[in-house]
């Protein structure tokens, strides 16, 4: 113990330190905007926390700068909302998007039949671009007519500000069912299929695949197999579980777009490390241009899909309620009229923003330390990092360990979108903003460190809150009459401050391991 206490002195003294400036800080204030404003600083850390905890696991256990972790982010928050307020755009893209994950789960035949063909080198490589440029090209034709029921950007009362505002009103009307048009559901879904497997197939030729064995074990194809039943039943029972979705209450529709947002980023981030990020772990720059790029492509696809201006996704109903019986005093009014607010030391509370986003930040700060400390993937990860030829001696794949990280940290990323959208709005640069102040989170706590990330990110969000409320209400400067009021410019800059001053006394932050 005090071993430990020597070896972090210096970040006790530093910890010790700012929470006296808080305290300090907080002495100024009334009870109850000290209160609001601590829990608003607990739910913008939590926030940063799941996506700088994501960049950080990538990061940590892949030595991969994933810089568009922040897009990831957006996208979460979009996806969200879409199955959200538009669930009738959901189940129309859910069976493409079904066959072609089904195709490219496939990988073990296609890395069989790979190894079959002996080619040169270059020819080999000819014909996978072209079997791969052929097969995206054929696939996005026939998506460009499979029917998918969707917004119109150019006429505003068909734009998603407009089908944001009547969700929230309580106007969930079905909108027109797509329908095909310019081509069969036969050919459209399994000609989505065939191209998709071909594209995958360009894709495993890349590789020699020199031995390679078709497994035999069933289990193996439980997925491929799955997905496919889910994309056929998605198409045949379409306009049911349209009508089923909107008719859902909408606490339970807020958890399935959670959900989805989640898998999204998982399916994307698991897709980029498999085809992207793999070939070039050894070329760290390359990372950091091919990351960065993604997340401008990101940007721009979400702007032509969703469009520029911003639109705000509806609470559930639990968090909406507004009638005499609110705001609440207690829980158990709060549960009984689904208060949107609740009263704390005679300070008004919202119940999303300042209890719920907290509360679910913690939740996923013990479950990822519970997964990465003490079960058994946990383990073979960490084993994975540190003597990857003993791992795969062991006969387990590291190369699906990877995968799974990569996938985990952009699943984290997706999650804090959607979980914030419902607060912040929704706009094609919340993700820049939030990858900014998960950065600095990280630099401040420990870049390869997950609860540096936690540690980090809360005191992003504390600061943050507090110089944005004595940007309300002044600072009075001592031995003088004069109040200053931090301007909104001085909000990110004093995290940035915070952030040098560390750095200069402890270069691998707080929490971060030494070199």
């Known amino acids: 113990m005090k071993n430990t206490l020597q070896k972090n002195s210096k970040a006790i003294i530093i910890l010790v330190i700012i929470a006296a400036f808080l305290f300090v800080a907080a002495g100024g204030m009334t009870g109850k905007d000290v209160l609001i404003t601590v829990l608003r600083g607990f739910s913008v850390g939590s926030v940063t926390f799941l996506v700088a905890a994501g960049f950080s696991l990538i990061f940590g256990l892949l030595d991969v700068l994933n810089l568009s972790q922040g897009t990831l982010y957006m996208i979460g928050a979009y996806v969200g909302w879409t199955v959200y307020v538009r669930p009738d755009t959901f189940m129309d893209v859910l069976t493409p998007i079904m066959l072609i994950l089904a195709a490219f789960s496939l990988s073990p035949l296609w890395k069989r039949l790979a190894s079959k063909i002996h080619l040169q080198d270059k020819l080999r490589k000819i014909i996978s671009w072209v079997l791969i440029a052929g097969g995206f090209a054929l696939l996005g034709l026939l998506l460009t007519r499979y029917p998918i029921a969707i917004w119109n950007l150019n006429n505003y009362s068909e734009s998603p500000i407009t089908y944001s505002y009547m969700a929230d009103q309580g106007m969930r009307i079905i909108p027109p069912e797509a329908a095909f048009v310019e081509i069969s559901p036969f050919l459209a879904i399994f000609g989505i299929l065939a191209t998709s497997s071909l594209a995958a197939f360009g894709i495993a030729l890349f590789g020699r695949n020199e031995g390679q064995q078709l497994n035999s074990d069933w289990k193996k194809y439980i997925l491929p197999v799955g997905l496919f039943l889910v994309g056929i039943l998605a198409a045949v029972f379409n306009a049911q579980l349209t009508a089923w979705l909107f008719a859902m209450n909408t606490n339970w529709l807020f958890l399935i777009a959670i959900v989805v947002a989640i ?102 700060l013990v479950l990822v330390w519970i997964l990465l400390k003490r079960s058994r993937i946990g383990m073979i990860i960490r084993a994975g990092v540190q003597d990857r030829q003993m791992v795969e001696a062991l006969g387990i794949n590291v190369r699906r360990v990877f995968t799974l990280v990569f996938a985990l940290g952009v699943g984290l990323a997706a999650f804090g979108g959607a979980l914030a959208a419902p607060s912040t709005g929704l706009t094609p640069t919340m993700g820049e903003k939030l990858l900014l102040s998960a950065l600095i989170a990280l630099a401040i706590g420990g870049l390869t460190s997950f609860p540096g990330a936690a540690l980090g990110s809360l005191l992003v969000g504390l600061i943050q809150q507090f110089m944005i409320k004595y ?45």
């Open 263 to 364: 898998a999204s980023g998982v399916g994307l981030g698991a897709l980029m490390e498999t085809t992207l990020i793999r070939p070039l772990y050894n070329r760290p720059i390359y990372q950091l241009m091919l990351t960065l790029g993604m997340g401008t492509i990101g940007i721009q696809i979400v702007q032509a899909v969703w469009g520029r201006p911003e639109f705000v996704w509806p609470k559930p109903e639990f968090f909406t309620g507004t009638g005499g019986a609110c705001p609440a005093t207690n829980l158990a009014d709060l549960f009984a009229n689904q208060c949107s607010t609740i009263l704390l030391l005679g300070g008004r509370v919202r119940v999303y923003d300042e209890i719920f986003i907290p509360i679910v930040g913690v939740i996923v």
């Open 471 to 515: 940007g309300q209400i002044g600072i009075p400067l001592p031995f003088t009459d004069t109040v200053f009021k931090p301007s909104p410019p001085l909000v990110p800059a004093s995290t940035v401050l915070l952030m040098v001053v560390i750095l200069l006394i402890l270069p691998n932050g707080l929490l971060g391991k030494k070199e």
